[in-house]
């Protein structure tokens, strides 16, 4: 089964819903398990981050409420 990108950012937004944050550690590696590599790319700092395309989705999805947090590498409730 292929998945896209609108599910893994509905998956991120479920985790942020029900746990309150969300790392990007743990989130890449969910991502990577359940719905396959090719949503996880190696950024320019040489991170495992999630694709831009489920990024830009799950900002729709969260309309703003959501923060990132840079020194955390995690989201959560803004």
């Known amino acids: 089964m292929s998945h896209n990108a609108v599910e893994v950012a509905e998956w991120m937004l479920s985790e942020l819903k029900e746990k309150g944050i969300l790392h990007q550690s743990a989130a890449v590696e969910h991502i990577k398990s359940h719905y396959g590599e090719s949503f996880i790319y190696v950024n320019e700092h040489g991170n495992q981050s999630i694709d831009k395309e489920v990024k830009k ?8 409420k959501a923060a990132w947090e840079r020194d955390g590498f995690f989201w959560g409730w803004s």
């Open 57 to 64: 989705v799950f900002r729709k999805l969260h309309k703003g």
